[in-house]
């Protein structure tokens, strides 16, 4: 398994998700336990409650920072190694709750089947 992710760019080259990642504003802790969770997926060391099976390859990699829950959308390639398909997260007290918003695991789907 590899363990450099590579971040999921559309058809015509536009990094979107970067452009997800930059949206979040990180913090230097969080970009700490980014970090360090994403080489854990990559290494294949998670433990189960840190990911869940979305079905056809697609995985959801949740994050509790502070008052922010992270939720990553991400699929291994085979010969790639892990291919960054959304970044999103939710505030704690926000108003929606904590539960992963279906569009977003929508726009992980699409995004792989390309």
């Known amino acids: 398994m590899a363990n450099r992710w590579v971040l999921y760019r559309s058809s015509v080259g ?7 990642i930059d ?11 980014l970090g360090a969770i994403m080489k854990r997926a990559a290494e294949g060391n998670l433990l189960p409650k840190d990911r869940k099976p979305l079905g056809e390859g697609l995985w959801e990699l949740r994050l509790s920072c502070g008052e922010r ?3 990553l959308f991400y699929s291994e390639v085979k010969g790639a190694g892990p291919v960054l398909l959304g970044l999103r997260f939710v505030n704690k007290k926000s108003a929606q709750g ?3 918003d279906p569009g977003d695991i929508e726009t992980a789907r699409k995004r792989l089947a390309e």
């Open 14 to 20: 536009a990094e979107v998700v970067q452009k997800e």
């Open 23 to 33: 949206k979040c504003r990180l913090k230097r802790d969080e970009k700490i336990r």
């Open 98 to 100: 904590i539960k992963t």
């Open 69 to 71: 829950i992270f939720r």
